[in-house]
Nanobody, 123 residues
Framework: VQLQASGGGLVQAGDSLRLSCAFS????????MAWFRQAPGKEREVVVGISRGGGNTYYVDSVKGRFTISRDNAKNMVYLQMNNLKPEDTAVYYC?????????????????WGQGTLVTVSS
């Protein structure tokens, strides 16, 4: 499995970004997908997760109402729409895949990782 994340960049507080993650190598619809992020000096934390069919999602409290995860199983893509970005959202964002029917908030439960894309939000 390969995951290729893209879409990061430098934005100002209040702006929006859309991250994309391209999945290849296996049957995408078998995998729960999630986005994690890691800020400098901090541990990697889950941001959002989405079930295999896309019908169930998870959001960490700090991004609820601002971020939206979606997936397109026909295109093997997962997206993270981030609105009203805040400086505290600054981090490297990683997409991840888990071969399971349940998503997890623990990074150790994910089988594959993308290379990360940097999001920097200036105040």
């Amino acid at each position: 499995v390969q995951l290729q994340a893209s879409g990061g960049g430098l934005v100002q507080a209040g702006d929006s970004l859309r991250l994309s993650c391209a999945f290849s190598g296996r049957t995408f619809s078998r995998y729960v997908m999630a986005w994690f992020r890691q800020a400098p000096g901090k541990e990697r934390e889950v941001v959002v997760g989405i079930s295999r069919g896309g019908g169930n999602t998870y959001y960490v409290d700090s991004v609820k109402g601002r971020f939206t995860i979606s997936r397109d199983n026909a295109k093997n893509m997962v997206y993270l729409q981030m609105n009203n970005l805040k400086p505290e959202d600054t981090a490297v964002y990683y997409c991840s895949a888990r071969d399971d029917i349940y998503y997890s908030i623990q990074a150790r439960d994910y089988d594959y990782w993308g290379q990360g894309t940097l999001v920097t939000v200036s105040s």
